[in-house]
């Protein structure tokens, strides 16, 4: 059963998630995201998740593994912050989880029971809409714990701004 959300209670804000990555499009999700939550009084939740470590032969060299991929994702959400930030005035909650990316984006809605919205941006090339987008959207939309908000990645910024 789905966690309540609590979003509107008292005491209470309404988040908006969106996943920091790699891709291009990235930062279309997160210029919503902020723009939304700044225009509607909630608050911002960034999420980096780091992809399990498939090298377990040798525990030094999994760590070493493991402390590289935290620092790339402290790294990238500085870096998502930053641009929040600037764009918003805003200060995101970031959160670091380990696993596959779609599993993790459900569980933290699960376990944030404010979060309300998740803002994912689509890819722009010809493949599709990206991983993410189609792996969320492949769990069945009708039973997602929350709405989810797909961002065409082509957007600029006055446009992401001005439907925001």
């Known amino acids: ?20 990555d790699d891709t291009p499009e990235c930062t279309r999700a997160l210029l919503f995201a902020g723009q939304r939550a700044l225009h509607t ?31 790339t994702a402290e790294a990238a959400l500085g870096k998502a912050a ?20 779609a599993e993790e984006v459900i569980k933290l809605i699960e376990e944030d029971e404010d979060i309300a919205i998740l803002v994912l941006a689509a890819g722009t090339d010809s493949e599709g809409p990206g991983p993410l987008v189609s792996a969320l959207i492949g769990k069945g939309v009708a039973t997602f714990p929350v709405p989810i908000t797909v961002v065409p990645g082509h957007l600029d910024d006055e446009t992401v701004a001005a439907v925001a």
């Open 41 to 71: 009084s909630g608050a911002l939740v960034l999420l980096y998740v780091i992809a399990p470590s498939e090298f377990t032969q040798w525990a030094g060299v999994e760590n070493i593994m493991r402390a590289e991929a935290v620092e």
């Open 82 to 101: 930053d641009l929040v930030r600037e764009n918003t005035g805003l200060e995101p909650q970031v959160v670091i989880r380990e696993g596959g990316r």
């Open 1 to 20: 059963m789905a966690t309540k959300r609590k979003s509107r209670a008292e005491g209470h804000r309404r988040k908006f998630l969106a996943v920091v």
